[in-house]
């Protein structure tokens, strides 16, 4: 969301899902929707109650929130999505549409799932429940990263890393070699003037200090001029042999997994805005 947009509470997701009837006149009809050789179940429909103020690709506008790569949106199950649509938000922009069928409803959520790229995973060969056994095991991925509050914490929470990749992306950037670490990933050696020594992550530096996370958490803020040694890593922590260390089912399985959460069928914990 841009600084200043008016309705601060955009990024709620159920508040305001799907469109108000006052925009429904706006919507221009895809033309592919109405060619059987390429229309998508439910892509009319959404495209007739939900487009005018989501956008065709659902990733948002000036009127509504974008409901393609929100972790919020993507965290809610079939049934909570569907139980939005037809029965609105009482107290907020997000209107009822009882007058849509069941099976017009499950369309429109099975086509909002295919924007958020749900679709990907189904498609590839592997299994999502053999991928969450590899994430915690063979695989060490957890070791570093976490998924719905489980695994590490050096590396980046990949709960919501789906919303904004695809299923060959993320297999990609698995077997991906050399790496460059990203800012606050880069791993360094550090020896104090006082003969501490601790090895971990520069989250942050600037000209005068340096903030280190070791491996067991925490967090220690530095004064270069405490600082006796500091020797960087060019390499990344994560391991740059998975294409030998997994096989091509098992890269499958564990894209599969990631593509998977946060599971659809979890309920999201609920703020108390999250209705506002």
Known sequence: MLPG???????????????????????????????????VPGRSTFNSVCAACHGLDGRGSDKAVDITTSARVRGLSDAQLAGVV?????????????????????????YLRSLQGKGEAARLSGDARRGGEIFFGKGGCSSCHAVGGKGGFLGPDLTGYAATASA????????????????????ASVTTTQGEHMEGLIRNEDNFSIQLQTTNGSFHLLKKSDVQSCERRDGSLMPADYREKLSDAELDDLVNYLMTIPNPNTTPTKHKDDWE
């Open 5 to 39: 947009r008016r309705f601060l509470h955009s990024f709620v997701i159920p508040a305001i899902l799907f469109v108000s009837p006052l925009c429904l006149s706006q919507v221009k009809q895809n033309p592919s929707s109405a060619d059987p050789k390429t229309a």
């Open 168 to 187: 060959d992306g993320i297999r990609n950037e698995i077997v991906r070699s050399p790496r460059v670490p990203a800012h606050g990933y880069r791993a």
């Open 86 to 110: 037809s029965n609105g938000v009482p107290g907020t922009g997000m209107p009822a549409f009882r007058t849509l069928s069941a099976a017009q409803v499950r369309g429109l959520v099975g």
